[in-house]
């Protein structure tokens, strides 16, 4: 479907109005536009802050990037030996195997690679990615990513965890997606046993609100579930779409009742045309400092920021951890109350 066509049935729907359709087509012609028939529906044509619509539908806002975004945010290129991998960590790879998504989200880390006729592994170049994982044996993990590696037919999944599966050293398979939230039919029996590996296979979803899990996810998460595929969540701290308390805690508790276990809350990604989204760290900080006393430990994500250049993930979160001063070192509770540790040098022999 062509860019303008996208538009077009963002406007049929009532998602934009028809006099700025122009505009966004230029958005569109930059950076890929989609949404699925489930999050088209969702969305609330009369609520301007409509999580949904905030993530998927474009904004004019997109065609005026900050001079400190980067079309390569993270530093993928820098760590990418050959095609369709990228080798940060020692002991883990990512493998991209395709660069389409089932919907585009407007703050993407890879907006600028990602989109319908964007760059795909031909079978040569994933036969040479395959074999670069066979050939190093520190390689004990392997992330799927894209892209939404979930957006791939269940035989070529198959062929690629197969050949993952008979790889010795790699012990660990995980596929990061938005597919089981955003386009959940997709999460067939087939699908699922596509998945299906004597090795563990971990799937790591990409949820932002609570709203994403209103259209068919709890389903589809149950079916991955039941097929022993444990899940995890990662989250992106997002301005005006789950910078509050409230939301944040609304979406960890859901997920965890699912089943589900919140990973990673990320600190936005400097990409170009993703200003309007941006948070402070010290807001974050406050945001996570505040969920400590309001929900259980297995609703608290790690909140890391993705070093600019390559350098990797770093935790920022707060510190409940003050001076030491004599011999006793403070501590602040989630309340902000100051408690005193006393420390002793080891006196043992």
Not at 113 to 134: F, I, N, Q
Not at 196 to 213: F, M, T
Request: proline share 8%; hydrophobic share 40%; charged share 25%.
């Amino acid at each position: 479907m062509s860019r303008a066509r996208e538009i077009e049935r963002l406007v049929e729907r009532g998602l934009v109005p028809a006099a700025r359709a122009a505009d966004l087509e230029r958005v569109a012609s930059r950076w890929s536009v989609a949404l699925t028939r489930e999050v088209a529906d969702a969305i609330d044509p009369g609520d301007p802050r409509d999580p949904l619509a905030l993530q998927l539908v474009p904004s004019t806002d997109e065609l005026a990037p900050l001079s400190d975004e980067l079309a390569d945010p993270i530093g993928d290129l820098a760590h990418q030996p050959l095609p369709g991998i990228v080798h940060r960590y020692p002991d883990r790879v990512l493998l991209l195997p395709t660069h389409a998504c089932a919907v585009y989200c407007r703050f993407c880390f890879r907006r600028e690679r990602v989109g319908p006729g964007a760059e795909a592994l031909t079978a040569d170049e994933l036969g040479r990615a395959l074999d670069y994982v066979a050939a190093d044996p520190r390689i004990w993990e392997v992330i799927l990513s894209g892209g939404d590696p979930l957006v791939l037919s269940p035989r070529r999944l198959a062929e690629i965890v197969q050949r993952l599966e008979r790889i010795p050293h790699v012990q660990v398979i995980r596929i990061h997606t938005r597919v089981p939230t955003l386009d959940p039919g997709r999460v067939t029996d087939e699908l699922v046993a596509a998945l299906s590996a004597r090795k563990a296979v971990w799937v790591v979803l990409h949820v932002n609100h609570a709203r994403e899990l209103e259209l068919g996810a709890r389903e589809a998460c149950a079916r991955l579930l039941r097929a022993g595929i444990p899940l995890l969540a990662q989250t992106v701290l997002l301005a005006g779409v789950n910078d509050a308390p409230a939301v944040l805690e609304a979406l960890f508790r859901a997920l965890v009742a699912m089943r589900v276990k919140p990973y990673y809350l990320h600190h936005l990604d400097r990409a170009p045309g993703t200003a309007r989204f941006r948070t402070s760290l010290g807001a974050g900080r406050e945001l996570m400092r505040g969920l400590r006393g309001r929900v259980s430990g297995l609703c608290q994500p790690t909140y890391v920021l993705d070093l600019p250049g390559g350098a990797g993930k770093v935790p920022v979160g707060p510190s409940y951890l003050g001076e030491c001063v004599d011999g006793a070192r403070e501590l602040r509770d989630s309340q902000g109350k100051t408690h005193l540790w006393l420390e002793r040098e080891d006196d043992s022999p």
